[in-house]
């Protein structure tokens, strides 16, 4: 019987996923020291330097500080969907990741549908916040949820619309198939408007500047997670880096071709340095542009976004057709 | 005008996103404070502390002026007449977890017994270890003021001493004898 199970499942292939698990929760809680450190570095400051060397052990203590922190569930909330909240957070985005090829032979499942499985889970997330928002059963959550859900789901059309062209290129949602049709061209330059338009509201997916209305600190007091503490509310925190992990080396293999030949590199290595150059945007965003207000976010959405995706996808289907 | 505004906003982002990103290659601006030490101004209202004489002798005469004037009230001394008649503090007592450092008590002193240094690292882990009695205060030498004497400026400095009928007292004008 043992025997049996091990046949089919070999040890490898139980492994390889946990491995990805751990590395990507690992480097998705590392970011934020590494978040900190360069705002830092941008404003002129050091960041976090004490703990360890050159501040390399803050994650740990950071770690530490969250698990023994009182794990507080407010007697007038919701208490299931306050629960499942964070975990729905946590959850969606990490499994987009299996989904991305770290090289072209080095990922969990080779989906047929990887692009609308990634749409799925992303507006999957939108009920995390929503949950939350609600059942906090206070105001200031209430308000963000709103904000929150009113802008990932318009959002989220941009986000979808974005891809279609170079879905239409590559004739594919295979993302191994979407990899392979760059080869003599990356994605990023006849799909120029589809990439900014990705780029803008995939911030906006991940709650990032200047999109994080939803958490506004200075008006709403963190929004959604307000009534969050201990290692729910750093599920939120990590489920945010989760996300932008996943949506930047999404983007990374969606417009510049993922792990493809660029300057002879090996593969994986190339792969993550284009993730890490979008993470590294990311951070700048934060760090250089202010936040707007949250009616001029949903008119930049509707008014501005909108026609530029469906102008890029006029022209796309244009040459394609052609 | 619709899409040239778009255009232009779009650079000005990129544009501002270019000059936060060169702040990388500029001095940081963060003192590394433990490792390197702060330059305080030399008039900086830190430690207080109780200074003595040229002579070496304590200045404070325990007149009471800090306590009265110590918007806090975190000074209290008792009075202690010495064998020659001349007062000094039987205790001084400063509690440094209710001082506000606001310098009064360095004003109001007449006799310049009283002053702040630039000090300013006295943090403890016991709150009862920041009351500071006469012993922590004292210090050996005369503070900011070295010649200043308030018994030579008062012209009182010989009363102290035996068979003192015979000494003239000077004429004091009492509007120049402040510190």
């Given amino acids: 019987m043992i025997k049996n199970i091990f046949n089919e499942f070999s040890f490898i292939h139980v492994m390889k996923p946990l491995l990805f698990l751990f590395s990507i929760i690992f480097f998705a809680s590392s970011l934020s020291f590494v978040e900190r450190r360069l705002l830092a570095l941008f404003q002129n400051r050091y960041g976090p330097n004490r703990v360890g060397w050159n501040g390399c052990l803050q994650i740990l203590a950071d770690t530490i500080k969250m698990f023994f922190k009182e794990d507080w569930i407010p007697p007038f909330s919701h208490k299931f969907f306050f629960v499942i909240s964070p975990i729905i957070s946590f959850i969606s985005l990490l499994l987009v990741v299996a ?3 770290f090289s072209t032979s080095f990922l969990i499942i080779n989906l047929d549908i990887g692009i609308l499985f990634f749409l799925m889970m992303s507006s999957l997330s939108v009920y995390s916040i929503l949950f939350s928002g609600w059942s906090s059963n206070n105001k200031y959550s209430l308000l963000g949820a709103m904000r929150a859900a009113a802008q990932t789901i318009s ?16 004739k594919s949602f295979n993302i191994i198939d979407i990899i392979n049709s760059q080869k003599n061209l990356w994605n990023i330059l006849p799909q120029f408007f589809g990439f900014i338009v990705f780029f803008i509201s995939s911030l906006a997916l991940c709650h990032r500047h200047p999109f994080d209305q939803p958490e506004a600190e200075q008006e709403l007091a963190d929004g959604y997670h307000i009534e969050y503490s201990g290692i729910k509310f750093g599920m939120f925190f990590i489920g945010e880096y989760i996300s932008i992990i996943a949506v930047s080396s999404l983007m990374s293999c969606l417009f510049l071709a993922g792990g493809n030949n660029f300057l002879g ?18 951070i700048l965003i934060r760090a250089s542009l202010p936040r707007p207000r949250y009616d001029k976010v949903m008119y930049f959405g509707w008014k501005i976004l909108l026609p530029i995706t469906l102008f890029n996808l006029l022209i796309t289907a244009f040459f394609i057709l052609n | 005008m619709f899409f040239y505004n778009i255009i232009r906003y779009f650079f000005s982002n990129i544009k501002s996103m270019f000059i936060v990103f060169m702040n990388i290659f ?17 008039r900086y209202r830190g430690r207080i502390i109780l200074t003595r004489d040229s ?7 325990s007149c009471g002026l800090c306590a009265v004037v110590c918007p806090v009230g975190c000074i209290s001394l008792q009075k202690k007449e010495g064998k020659n008649g001349r007062w000094y503090p039987k205790f001084f007592r400063i509690n440094f977890s209710r001082c506000i450092f606001c310098g009064l008590c360095e004003e109001s002193c007449p006799t310049t017994a009283i002053q702040m240094t630039r000090d300013f690292e006295m943090s403890e882990y016991k709150r009862t270890d920041l009351v500071y009695e006469k012993k922590d205060l004292l210090i050996s030498g005369p503070g900011k003021n070295h010649k200043y004497n308030f018994y030579e400026k008062s012209g009182k400095i010989n009363i102290f001493k035996k068979n003192n009928k015979n000494i003239k007292r000077k004429i004091v004008d009492t509007k120049k004898i402040l510190p």
Wanted: with cysteine.
């Fill in chain 1, 99 to 101: 989904i991305i090829p």
């Fill in chain 1, 155 to 170: 959002y989220e059309i941009f986000l979808g619309l974005s891809l279609m062209g170079v879905v239409a290129q590559a």
């Fill in chain 1, 265 to 282: 590199l090996p593969k994986f290595l190339c792969f993550s340095l284009k993730t890490l150059f979008f993470i590294f945007t990311f």
């Fill in chain 2, 26 to 42: 500029s001095k940081r601006e963060t003192l590394l404070y433990p490792e390197k030490k702060v330059n305080i101004p030399p």
């Fill in chain 2, 55 to 61: 002579n070496g002798e304590e200045r404070c005469v």
